[in-house]
């Protein structure tokens, strides 16, 4: 089984990298990347313990891109986590992320939901190479009693259009595939179904956009066929995972567990060919 789409503690996650390989392992999956927003911290760590389990573990990340004001995530496969353009890079992509913060704690602040962002940005800085984003100030009004749940915070208050709503600022999605590509790397546009900007994706794919996420958890039948229809039409490989970040309690991520969208064999032979010969 293979599942190009994991979060760990590095970003977004619930689970440490070592955690996360375990319950990768357990499940029967074989493959895996895990894909932390903006950090490959999660990756370094859990390389030696994939290995004494013999598990292959495909370097990964997702970058956050923008595109017309909203999110765009990019998927990196293959990539050198060493490069030091890369990593310079990223570490800007995490400074945005804590500028981000401080704009919707302020934000929240003139709302009249006061936030305490000192121990998020302790524990960002107790861990190096750590991503923070919107989860985890959705976790902190939690912890305030300012909502009852995850997907509260993000329906009352940090959603697109509630009052905690700050724009992200950043490269647009071609710069973001330049990124991966001087690192050796394959891009691949996540969950296209989620991100619904379909009529930019023969403009992506022209300006070096690799592959499409055709296999998510938040993917059904129809939405499979179509990107599987358009990978073809613009001869991009196919990419998959599950995404997951393990969080059961939260609706926003209830339906993704590992192994939950895996990409078929066929599809992943035929994206790793794709990577430069330094990277496979």
């Known amino acids: 089984m293979i599942d190009l789409h994991l979060h760990t503690t590095a970003s977004d996650g619930h689970c440490a990298p070592v955690d996360l390989v375990g319950r990768v392992h357990a499940a029967g999956v074989t493959t895996f990347a895990i894909t932390d927003h903006d950090t490959v911290a999660g990756t370094v760590e859990a390389r030696p313990h994939a290995e004494q389990l013999g598990l292959t573990l495909v370097p990964g990340i997702e970058i956050t891109a923008v595109w017309g004001g909203r999110d765009v995530h990019v998927l ?70 300012h909502v009852a749940s995850v997907q509260d915070a993000f329906d009352l208050w940090l959603g697109e259009g509630r009052p905690g709503y700050v724009l992200r600022q950043g490269l647009p999605p071609e710069e973001i595939c330049a990124v991966i590509h001087a690192a050796g790397g394959l891009a691949s546009l996540a969950h296209p179904a989620v991100t ?85």
């Open 76 to 145: 990196g496969y293959w990539i050198d986590v060493a490069h030091a353009p890369l990593q310079v890079f990223l570490e800007s992509q995490r400074g945005r992320r804590v500028e981000r913060l401080h704009a919707i704690g302020a934000a929240l602040q003139r709302a009249g939901v006061a936030i305490d962002l000192g121990p998020l940005l302790q524990e960002v800085a107790a861990r190096p190479g750590a991503s923070i984003g919107r989860p985890a100030m959705a976790r902190a009004l939690v912890e305030a009693g």
């Open 196 to 280: 619904r900007r379909d009529e930019m994706i023969s403009a992506w794919a022209q300006a070096g956009l690799d592959a499409l996420e055709v296999f998510h958890s938040d993917h059904d039948q129809g939405a499979e066929t179509r990107y599987l229809a358009q990978a073809a039409e613009l001869g991009l490989a196919v990419s998959g995972g599950s995404d997951f970040h393990g969080d059961p309690g939260s609706s926003r991520w209830s339906r993704r567990v590992i192994g939950g969208a895996s990409l078929p064999d066929a599809h992943f032979q035929h994206l790793r060919a794709r990577v430069p010969e330094r990277a496979a």
